[in-house]
């Protein structure tokens, strides 16, 4: 006897594109869109940066001044194709016990949504903009991120400080906060940390509102929420 009821798949969350800026091209517009950006001018010219916090130097009367260079940074992204498809027979189809076609249908949309976040989490962890955790100076190796570094609020704390430190500015739709985006093991010590566990219990909100008895637990203190997937990129220590 079989059942008719085929069993629940579970896939990772996929959370990679939630945030992302999407743009279409049009038809017959190439495979490739150019995003370009005017890079801030600071009030002391190309020379100053927010860091220094220089200051304008005051204007001669009558005299123009130097002009100062513009900058613009172009980002290309480029389409490509991704697919995989599956072989059934016109047997299968009409005489398998299960409905076949549908349960192709469903699994194939899964692996293309998972597919597509790992495509995105590749161009995210390629970046050269990194901070690391501890004392490490890279991912890997000797001197690289390695045991007894975890996930700690003063980690995320450090991250925060350093995207402040360069104007970046919270997510709106996730209540203005930073977004941190982590693995199963690294929610594990996380949520180990009593630096945080101490803020919730002493600090937060009595009752079951609490984060320490949310499912969800992603609110963290000073302005940080955090999700969890497996479809996270992990490095080799």
Sequence with gaps: ???????????????????????????????????????????????????????????????????????????????NQYGQYLQITDMLELQAMDKVLPAYTEALAESMRDGLDLVTRDILVGGTVVQYASIAA????????????????????????????????????????YVVVTPTDAMY?????????????YAGARGPSNELFDVAYHDLPFGIRIYETTNCRIFAS
């Design 189 to 201: 010590d996380l949520a180990s940390d009593s630096n945080i566990t101490n803020i919730l219990q």
């Design 1 to 79: 006897t079989f059942s008719k009821r085929l069993l629940t798949r579970y896939r990772a969350e996929t959370l990679y594109n939630r945030w992302g800026r999407k743009e279409p091209i049009g038809l017959h517009g190439g495979k490739s869109i150019s995003f370009r950006q005017l890079t801030p001018i600071w009030s002391a010219g190309t020379a100053g940066s927010t860091a220094a916090g220089s200051a304008p130097s005051a204007l001669t009367e009558g005299t123009p001044g130097a002009a100062i260079d513009a900058t613009w940074r172009e980002v290309l992204a480029t389409v």
């Design 138 to 177: 890279t991912r890997g190796g000797a001197s690289g991120v390695g045991s007894g570094m975890y996930l700690t609020l003063a980690e995320l704390r450090e991250g925060v400080r350093t995207l402040k430190r360069n104007n970046a500015r919270p997510v709106r739709g996730e209540g203005k906060r």
